[in-house]
């Protein structure tokens, strides 16, 4: 990790535990990061705005209410990794694999995951609008009460995914290019939307 980032998020994290309203919040522009590994830190309210990040590692951090848009993880591991209440909005996971991170009323307008593995997350009460899937496993995701709205699935796996109290919202039958679900059948079309709503149980009921 380079020094300059190193005194950034040591800044950060005197100030976010000194409880004061100013300081040196950790916001970094447009920036681009390879091979970096972090680990075991709470960096709470950081902007990681329009960033690149390659072929680095993230362990058992909490990036909770923060704001991640724009930025892209390429060939990068994610693990167990709080994402609660962060705008995630046009990021993009792109040949990364993210496990037991938790995206729990993450905003998710616009992002993409392309050949991405995917398990073990949470992405109950997640936002998700005009997001793309392509070439993704999703294992063991717990969609409840996320909303789903226009999103476009190509070449995505499905095994194991909780879709309690799922919102599908204007979901475009152009868009669902193809949706495998865990006994190897492909679905296209209306015919995986149709699939998609019947694994949705009504919290209601």
Do not use: P
């Not at 693990?79 to 995630?88: A, G, P, V």
């Not at 190509?154 to 039958?173: A, E, S």
Request: net charge negative; glycine share 4%.
């Amino acid at each position: 990790m380079s020094g300059n980032l190193n005194t950034k998020i040591t800044n950060h994290l005197d100030w976010h535990k000194s409880n004061s309203e100013y300081g040196t919040q950790l916001v970094l522009r447009e920036e681009k990061y390879k091979e970096i590994e972090l680990a075991n830190l709470e960096l709470m309210d950081v902007g990681i705005l329009g960033c690149i990040i390659e072929k680095s590692n993230f362990s058992k951090i909490d990036f909770s209410y923060s704001n991640f848009s724009f930025t892209q993880f390429n060939h990068s591991k994610l693990f167990m990794i709080d994402f609660i209440k962060t705008e995630l909005n046009h990021s993009k996971f792109e040949n990364t694999v993210a496990e037991k991170c938790n995206f729990f009323r993450a905003n998710l307008m616009n992002s993409s995951f392309l050949n991405s593995s995917v398990y073990e997350c949470n992405f109950s009460n997640a936002y998700f609008l005009n997001s793309q899937f392509e070439n993704c496993t999703l294992d063991g995701i717990d969609f409840s009460n996320t909303t789903l709205e226009n999103i476009s699935l190509n070449q995505v796996l499905f095994n194991n995914c909780i879709f309690n109290g799922t919102k599908l919202v204007n979901l475009n039958v152009e868009n669902i290019k193809g949706i495998t679900i865990s006994n190897n059948n492909t679905l296209v079309g209306k015919d995986a939307i149709n699939w998609l709503e019947t694994q949705i149980i009504n919290c209601n009921i």
